[in-house]
């Protein structure tokens, strides 16, 4: 159905890798940013508040050389003329070898990398990281593609991330060592770093490669499994478990997959409101699932992919909305994606390339992206209102960085003003266990909810 695969006639040109996708009806894709914007072997993705985008990549993996000094940088990309094309790019930190995670917060951003995890920041508003700092070490690095992965602040204000099937961490925290012997999960509380790991069965989910999580902050784990590469969270989260977790895309058997998000924005067709797309980089896909309610858990159907090639260099590892409610997908951009399948030093892995594409609805307004990062208190929780997905996460976001105290007080006084939707009164409660605030009424209310 989708021809013979094939490698771009000129790998230094996205323009041949462009004409070989091909797009869902109603949609179209542009070039954000690619090697030339100093996008290099992109592994993964974030947005932060002010609707820049972050970038981690790795010229050194899959593996050191002797003698060779890592480099591995975090960029950050900024389209400062809205016309869909990155026009700023800043070396935030540099220095770095083989970083697998990132997530900005904090006034900073957390990065993952071999047995650290590392927060990284500005303190004189030059955009470059002059203060790095190794929040907890003692994660495993065993096989460097399983490496702590896919940060995420989850909808409580606490910091998911994942390692895989390889990995043996012992880490040590104020709270004594946690351990996590085998693929599993990840959860901070970042006030107290207070560190939980899970997993599920001997042997699912092998290799945990992101998250997403639901409007009612119900999380899925992605992962790069040969079985089926997508489980609910909940029947993880709990030590020492010997059954396998549910099995909820009964169709996905070979198509690995990472980096993941939910379609909540007014520029999408109302068709495609709450599908799941994820980056299929084995298959060279970005797949679109329909989420349904199975019971107590989730089912997923196959829908018609947002996007195919057949140029076996396009790998998805990452798809993120953006604050405009076009889609960016983080394109590794290499014919070798394994290191057991290749030579470590196999002369046609890719060292040089990198793409972020971007998709639009044809003929459907953009949405437009909010002021948040220095929006008031009001404004903020009058954000959590929104439609737009993203305008929620990331006013969500900024008010678990403000101050506690004047935070939780708007927050009570916003919620007796007048009745909310329960969505948003989920959102609510998110904010005040961001701030680890016990709200035992708006609690009592939402167990009660329809």
């Known amino acids: 159905m989708f021809g013979t695969w094939a490698f771009a006639a000129d790998p230094d040109d996205p323009a041949a890798e462009l004409a070989s996708f091909q797009v869902a009806d109603g949609f179209e894709v542009n070039l954000f940013a690619s090697e030339k914007d100093g996008v290099v072997k992109p592994i993964q993705m974030r947005f932060d508040a002010r609707g820049r985008l972050w970038i981690i990549g790795s010229t050194v993996y899959p593996q050191i050389e002797p003698g060779q000094v890592p480099d591995d940088k975090v960029v950050v990309l ?74 995420l602040f989850g909808p409580g204000g606490e910091l998911w991330f994942s390692q895989g099937l390889h990995i043996r961490s012992h880490v040590e925290t104020p709270w004594g060592i946690v351990r996590l012997e085998q693929a599993g999960l990840w959860r901070l509380w970042p006030r107290r770093l207070n560190l939980q790991g899970f997993y599920g069965s001997e042997h699912e989910p092998q290799n945990p490669w992101g998250f997403v999580f639901t409007d009612w902050g119900e999380p899925l784990v992605l992962a790069g499994n040969n079985s089926s590469p997508i489980y609910p969270v909940p029947g993880l989260v709990v030590h020492h478990r010997d059954d396998p977790p549910a099995l909820i895309w009964k169709n996905g058997n070979g198509r690995k997959v990472s980096g993941g998000d939910i379609v909540g924005t007014a520029h999408f067709p109302d068709v495609w409101q709450g599908v799941l797309l994820v980056g299929g980089y084995i298959n060279n896909a970005v797949w679109s699932l329909r989420i349904s309610d199975d019971g107590a858990g989730f089912s997923l159907e196959d829908l018609p992919p947002l996007i195919r090639s057949t140029d076996r260099s396009f790998r998805p590892v990452d798809v993120k909305f953006g604050p405009d409610g076009a889609l960016y997908i983080c394109d590794w951009y290499n014919p070798i994606i394994g290191h057991y399948q290749a030579s470590f030093r196999h002369p046609d892995r890719d060292k040089t390339h990198g793409r972020i594409w971007r998709v639009k609805a044809k003929g459907r307004a953009l949405s437009k992206p909010p002021q948040l990062a220095d929006a008031s208190i009001a404004q903020l929780l009058e954000a959590l209102k929104s439609p737009e997905r ?61």
Request: hydrophobic content about 35%.
């Open 390 to 450: 993203w305008t929620r996460h990331f006013a969500k976001r900024v008010l678990a960085e403000r101050p506690s105290e004047p935070v939780t007080k708007a927050l009570r006084s916003w919620l007796q003003a007048g009745d909310l939707r329960e969505k948003v009164l989920v959102a609510a409660l998110g904010v005040y266990q961001s701030h680890e605030v016990a709200e035992p009424d708006l609690l009592l209310l939402l167990c009660r909810a329809k």
């Open 78 to 151: 900024e389209d400062t003329d809205g016309d869909g094309r990155c026009d700023k790019t800043t070396i935030f930190a540099d220095g770095l070898m083989i970083p697998t995670g990132i997530e900005p917060g904090d006034g900073g951003v957390f990065v993952g990398q071999g047995t650290e995890l590392l927060f990284l920041k500005d303190t004189n508003g030059d955009d470059k990281a002059d203060e790095r700092r190794v929040v907890l070490r003692g994660f495993g690095t065993g096989d460097n593609h399983q490496n702590i992965n896919s940060f």
